[in-house]
Structure formats: structure tokens, C-alpha cells
DNA sequence: GCGAGACATTCGTGGCCGGCATGGATGTCG
DNA sequence: CGACATCCATGCCGGCCACGAATGTCTCGC
């Protein structure tokens, strides 16, 4: 059974006349009685009755017109749909990020998105990079903000990325602190100071990987938490490292200092797709927004 | 668009692979292949991400799947609703009848069809021949029970009829009637008795354009419904003209002379359909029920 | 490094579906 | 009552499309 067969019936069924639907349709009258004729012979009953003055839908044509017009209604929607598609009217974006993206970088680039594409549903998944990439791989999600440890750069064939951004350490110190003032340190410049560390999260690992050898941090206060972390920073009770994507959610009675180059090179941040599988319009401008976000950090 | 492209593309789906599905679906390769392309190309978006083992929904993709598996599930449901039509298992037949005709001849026909195909739609409208043949003609109706008075047969070129039974008038009259053991009567006979007429309802002008001229009737009850006037005879006020079709109503208190012919000359009864129209298997079903219901009556 | 597996591409051909023209049936009007 | 108009059906033919077969290309796995 062919489509045009079912909007030739409905045009027939429409018009009450052969000849009418074939001008309304541009055939020509012979092409629109054979395919009605087809048609038929195909489901094997009559669906018009032939009357001197036009046709007639029979029984049978009565109830195939329900089923035709819904058929051609369902697929005028689906052309919709790819059309919205298209002009981003529609679809479906599913972003994964690592945590201390989701801090600023990535809820301003998912703002941003949203207002300028609010029929898109865009989600968010918080996760590690090792996982975002799997999610990615297995179909899970469509975009990852992930991070590489600059010793070690990301090279899963897998995805391809973009890149965002090169994050810096920052040490946070309270205002008060000796080297408040500067813009920038060197690590042994705390070797009298006390750090405040992250506990064992994942975060702690990564950033204590950067650190330069022949550092050994003194250590004595453990806070999971950002906010419990640079709140004994303020107290005086120590100093911290704070990835720089995280500083937006520092509270300014603490000073943040860059650390010098040396000491702890650049984590790179990118943005993962999948390699090998299209971008659809709405991941291409989500891309966008997450590189102009990074740019405006 | 054409469907075949919809269920190829739905097979590549559900396969993730063009050469599995092709071998689902009793093609090449190739085939195949070109059938995804040419659907990409109609659409104008990627549909599947080629991966090396096979093939991956894109997002568009996934948006259409939905839409196309809908469109190929109401074409199986139009393929099946066709299908019970053709086997009495669906439908609709909308069948009128005369006021005498539905007190007994239409319902056990009703009866019979309804417990035969349980599926078929069946609806009855009571009317009076003039009006019955338009809604046959104007399509509101499928089937009309119809009569004919013998002098003046039913022409309308509209119609096609299939005659049911020709009826004769009855003469109801109470059990201790003089002539209550008769079977065969003439209407002289009753010149003595006084009459139990219809009212002006139409019955009854129908009735009384059948008797013979010369014969005037001494009326001076006039009952509207069949119920008082047979009561009337059963109670010994007279006696009452009965149409053949409304005898299955009456009490057993009275009886039922048959008007020789001379005197009341048979009206026509037929099952009337639209001419040139094709008739459903359920309206051909219902005219078989009708011309039996007819004969055992 | 080679074979297996998957998709893309090219080429030739048969079938299908248009338009054109004609025929048949029916209703209408002078 | 005959000519005309209207509408549907059908025979014929040409073009286009889609299929099959074969070949090319890429990637993965052994």
C-alpha cells in the first residue's frame, strides 16, 4: 500500500469526484481513477460506489478513510517534528559534566541555551570524567564537560572534543593571610602553612596529582564539602587549593591566589561528543554556548 | 515519502544493522542501504550514525521511529478493521422500517443478525415508507423496510427491492363473535357490527384505501394505539381491522379472521437498499435475515 | 597484515505510474 | 428525442524508480 494511494482516497473521499481530487491533486483524472481502482483491488473490497454524478464512499471505504487520514495526520506530524528538529523547535539534549563544571561553567552555558531554545528539554548528569565518557559511548548522553590532568591527556577514540578551557589551581587564603596581596605563589611558599584537603573524594586525587614532587602539604583538617572547606580557610584555620572552576563559589572574605605554572600545571577541560555520530543541531549550539561560557568564566 | 521507506527504516532500527534488516526483509544489502539514504535524503537530516559494526539512531532518527512505527500500526489496524469487515466482525448497518414492520418482522430479523455478528453495528429507525426511501437516497440510512399498497407499486428508480411478504388484512374479533371460528371472512358479513377505527393516523388511511368501495363501516370508537383498540374488541365493543404484521400483538382473548382476497387486495412489503450502491456482507446478511424472519412469521 | 563484516556505490533492467486519448454510461436541455 | 455535458474506465506508451548483482571502502579482530 503506498502513501499517495491513501491521499488520493482521502482527496477522492474529500471531493466526491474522481475528476475534482485529480485538479485538486494535478493528476489527471485517469491516474486518480486507477489508483482509487488499485487500491481497492489491493484490499480487496469496493471503497467507492460509482454514481452518475461522482462517487460514494462505502462501508468499508468509511472506515479505511478514519484509519487513512489519521495515517497522513501522523506523518504530516512527524515531518513537523523533523522540521522543529532542525530549528532546534524540539528535541532532546542530555549533558553529563564532572562536578566543579556544574559550579558555573555549565549552568551558564545551560542558561543560556535555554532561553535562546526553551522547546529543547536539555538535562544534566553530574558525574566523573571516566564515567561521562562511557555514557557517551553507550548512548547515554550526548555531551560530556569533561577534564584531563595535563600529564595524561584524553585520548579515548571514542569521543571527540573540544576543547574549553585550561583550568589553573587557585590556593585560597583568608584575607588576613601574609600573602593576601599577591596575584601570584610558589606551593613552598606554604611549607609553614597548614591545608585544609578535601577528604578522599575523587576531586582531592585528581588536584594532589598535579601538585609538583617534593611537596608534602601539612595536613590536619579534612572537609568534604567546598562550603566547610574555604569556612575554615576564612577562620583562619589554614589555607586550601581551590580548582578555579570552582572560585565563583567562594565567599570574598578569602583571598584567591594563582598558583605559579610551575608548581601545578593546567587541568584542560572539553566538551565530548561521541566520534562517528552526528551532532544534532542542538548539541552543535549547546557546544557553542559551553565555549562562550568558558571564555567569559 | 513512501511507507515501505517507513518500515524499512523501522527495520534498520530494530536490527541496528542495514544487512540484518535487509535480511528480515528479503532484500539486498543495497537495497537497503539506498532505501535509509534516500529517506535521509527526503527528510534532509542524518537518520543513522554509520558505525563500524553496524548503525546507531541519530536523534531525528529516534523523533521518527516514534511517528513511523505509529503510521505502520494504524496501517495494520485499517488492513484489520477491512478484514472484519469482510468477515462481519466490524461495521455498520443502519436499518429503517415501517411503524407495523417493527412490531415483529424487524426485531426477530434484528435478533438474528445481532446473535450471529455480535460486532456489527445495528441501528433501527421507524418511519413511514416516503421518508424511509429519502434517507435511503440522501445515505442516512443502509437498509429500509418499506410497503406498498397493492394499486400502486413502489417505482422509485432510487431503490433496489427484495420482497419480503405480501400482507393480508385480519378482522379482530372477540372469542364469542358469531363468526369467531371462521378463517376466511368478507367484509359484508360485518355490516351489522360496529367498527373500532385508528383514529386519522396513517395506518389507518393506509387500511382504508385497501377495502372495497361500497362498504361503510359503522365507527363510533376511535382508538389511536393497538393496545386500546384491541382491548376494546377483546371487552365485545366491536370488531377491528389488523395488518398481518401487528397480529404477533395480540392478546389471546380475541381472534384473527382473514379478509378474503376480494375484499382487501395484499399490501406489498420490501426490504429496500440504494440503487447502485454496493451492498456491505453485513447489509447482505441482514436482507437474508429479513427475507427468513419473513417466511416464518 | 590479512580476512571478515559492514556500509556505499555503480550499472543494468524490469515494473510501475504517470499523461494522452478514447470509450461508455448517465443526466440535462433545447 | 437527439445533442451535449459530465464523469468514470481503459488501452497505450514513455520515463523514472527501485531492485539485484558486483565491486569498492573502511574498520576490527586474529
Redesign the interface.
Known amino acids: 500500500?503506498?502513501?499517495q494511494s491513501l491521499e488520493v482516497f482521502r482527496a477522492v473521499a474529500r471531493h466526491r469526484t474522481i475528476t475534482g481530487a485529480a485538479a485538486e491533486l494535478r493528476y489527471t483524472q485517469s491516474a486518480v481513477s486507477r489508483q482509487v481502482a488499485a487500491l481497492e483491488a489491493e484490499?480487496?473490497?469496493?471503497l467507492f460506489?460509482?454514481?452518475p454524478r461522482g462517487v460514494?464512499l462505502?462501508?468499508?471505504g468509511r472506515?479505511?478513510l478514519g484509519?487513512?487520514e489519521?495515517?497522513l495526520d501522523?506523518?504530516a506530524?512527524?515531518?513537523r517534528?523533523?522540521a522543529d528538529?532542525?530549528g532546534l523547535g524540539?528535541?532532546?539534549v542530555r549533558l553529563g559534566a564532572f562536578p566543579t563544571a556544574v559550579a558555573a561553567l555549565v549552568p551558564r552555558a545551560m542558561a543560556a541555551f535555554r532561553s535562546a531554545h526553551p522547546d529543547v528539554a536539555l538535562t544534566l548528569v553530574e558525574g566523573l570524567t571516566p564515567a561521562l565518557l562511557e555514557r557517551l559511548a553507550a548512548?547515554d548522553a550526548?555531551v560530556a564537560v569533561v577534564s584531563a590532568p595535563p600529564d595524561r591527556p584524553l585520548d579515548d577514540a571514542r569521543v571527540r572534543l573540544r576543547h574549553l578551557l585550561d583550568e589553573h589551581l587557585l590556593v585560597a587564603v583568608p584575607r588576613g593571610h601574609r600573602l593576601a596581596r599577591r596575584r601570584v605563589v610558589r606551593l613552598a611558599e606554604f611549607a609553614d602553612d597548614y591545608w585544609i584537603a578535601g577528604s578522599a573524594t575523587v576531586e582531592d586525587t585528581l588536584l594532589r596529582s598535579t601538585l609538583p614532587r617534593g611537596f608534602r602539604p601539612r595536613v590536619d583538617i579534612v572537609a568534604a564539602e567546598w562550603t566547610g572547606k574555604l569556612g575554615c580557610v576564612a577562620a583562619g584555620l589554614g589555607v586550601a587549593l581551590v580548582p578555579e572552576l570552582a572560585a565563583r563559589a567562594t565567599p570574598a572574605d578569602l583571598a584567591l591566589l594563582r598558583l605559579h605554572a610551575d608548581d601545578a600545571s593546567a587541568r584542560r577541560v572539553f566538551a565530548a561528543t561521541?566520534a562517528?555520530?552526528?551532532r544534532?543541531p542542538?548539541?552543535r549550539v549547546l557546544l557553542d554556548h559551553l565555549v562562550r561560557s568558558a571564555a567569559d568564566l
Open positions: 500500500m503506498h502513501l484490499v480487496g473490497v469496493r460506489d460509482r454514481l460514494a462505502t462501508e468499508e472506515s479505511l484509519h487513512a489519521a495515517v501522523r506523518l506530524a512527524a515531518r517534528d523533523l528538529l532542525r524540539a528535541g532532546r548512548g550526548d561521541p562517528g555520530r552526528t544534532s542542538a548539541v
